[in-house]
């Protein structure tokens, strides 16, 4: 079937590094803007980083503009987020998702299929 599989999470200390990986089946994610959201509990679903497909443009939130980095590794139909210099403001589970544009976009309703989400904590 069609979907979207994150992995990577885990328990880092501050300044750490982890790299998250959203595989695709079904389709080639080649094909399709990438984004990755972030909910931390109590609070609502943000966008953190995007990858485009037409051109490789990247998008980051703010908040993570210099410490995260969003690629994209065809051969094996995956993209990744490498994160860096975590803060503990960074614990939320992660989600990736493909967009239903050419382009990205931080709206959650321009995508169309979601991954199941890992958990990233950055302790104390």
């Known amino acids: 079937q069609v979907q979207l599989v994150e992995s990577g999470g885990g328990l880092v200390q501050p300044g750490g590094s982890l790299r998250l990986s959203c595989a695709a089946s079904?389709?080639?994610?080649?094909?399709?803007?990438i984004g990755w959201f972030r909910q931390a509990p109590g609070k609502e679903r943000e966008g953190v980083s995007c990858?485009?497909?037409?051109?490789?443009?990247?998008n980051h939130a703010d908040s993570v503009k210099g410490r995260f980095t969003i690629s994209r590794d065809n051969a094996k139909n995956t993209v990744y987020l490498q994160m860096n210099s975590l803060k503990p403001e960074d614990t939320a589970v992660y989600y990736c998702?493909?967009?239903?544009?050419?382009?990205?976009?931080?709206?959650?309703?321009?995508?169309?299929?979601w991954g199941q989400g890992t958990q990233v904590t950055v302790s104390s």
């Open positions: 079904g389709f080639t994610l080649d094909h399709y803007a």
């Open positions: 998702a493909r967009s239903s544009t050419w382009l990205c976009s931080r709206s959650l309703h321009e995508y169309d299929l």
């Open positions: 990858i485009s497909t037409t051109d490789g443009k990247t």
